[in-house]
């Protein structure tokens, strides 16, 4: 049922790790992280403790099947016997009157063995089957409770590599702008620049350090919930060992090709599964009607006395035993069988419909995500133009600044321009990583392009 390419995408990173302080050492990159996280994230752990329970669930069933010994034992105290009235000319006494007798001893014990075994009941196999299948669903869920940890990681730890680009070229624009405020200020000291120059590159010195310091807040916070979703402590200390996220290789639209097959998708898997889940249900609704035939054994020892004295060696005990078969056919049930039956068919009609839709769904959300792709690719190509021009711009203004030749305004101008360049280049660039992670997982295919 599980498709091997599913299988091999997910076992691709499921290599064994070094304690936690150890890994943690060292810069991780990408696939470091989503490998910590296969070990330590609670959900992917809740999930894999659903898998064991869904196989202990199968030697249940398994169980149901196999021979049921039982043993039992019972010591029973008679605080007040039995009276019951005779007649009393069988005693010898007048006819026509009664004496009371009383029946049985003080103590009895009792104790045994019974086995039973079923040769034939149908609904016990397919509960069999249904909990194989059950297993396989669990399966199912623990690699889509993987895919969407990875996904996780994979946007924030690209989230959080953009704020540190950010945050790494706000520094170098800040350095920039602390030179020209130190500068202009020499040049009002010395009379050749107004005060409102002065103040004009300040406020400019100023929003850049401002950005800065929630850029670095923000960086700080999206590595706290990276960790959250890795499921390593947040206190722990922690690097990126990616510095800068290259679109060199997105650049064309080609990328986008990867054959995809329907059956990757383990929402589509979990659905088919669903109806194989019910067709056996099904089954074993109908299954009801047939006859039950099972055998059965007991051997018993019994021992009654006045005195509680059982242990002795002198006292006897009667054994008793048993074997037979049991035949249970099914007449009449008020039609409970029946509806239950129908219910069942009822149910899978339900879950074809609820597959039918979710292909439906898989495919829409490809095309969409295909067409944002695309679109990302685009953009991308135009904000990296706009962006080498601005730092161009931005450049030539600091060296024309300082010959002389450019204004005040101009400066503080290039320098906004050449930083909001900078922010939407940025935004598209992630924009870009998060529109291809998110055509990979719709296509089933994230597992494979992570490891790649």
Known sequence: MISKSTLTGFLALSFIMANVSSFTQKPLTLKECISYSLSNNSNIKIANYNVDISQKKITEQIGNYLPQINVAGEINDYLKLTTQLMPAEMMGGTPGTYVTVKFGSKYSVSGGAQVTQKIFDPTYLYGIK?????????????????????YNVSLIYYRTLVIQMQVNVLKSTLKASEQSLKSIELKHKNGMAKKIEVDKVRVSYNNTKSQLTQAELSHLQSLNMLKYHMGMPVDSSMVLADTTLNASKYLSANDTVRKFQMENVID?????????????DGKAKTAAFMPVLSFYGNYNYNAMQQEFNFFDADNDWYPSSVIGLKLAIPIFDGFQRNSRAAQAQLNIKVAKENLVHTEQSIKVDISNYENQYINALDNINREKENLDLAESVFENTQLEYQQGTSSTLDLIQSESAYMVAQNTYFNKLLDLYIARLELEKAKGNLMKFINS
């Open 268 to 280: 589509y898997q979990l659905k088919n599964a669903n109806i194989l889940s019910m067709m056996v």
């Open 130 to 150: 249904s909990a194989k299948i059950n297993k396989d669903i669990s399966v199912l869920s623990q690699l889509q409770t993987i895919e969407l940890t990875a």
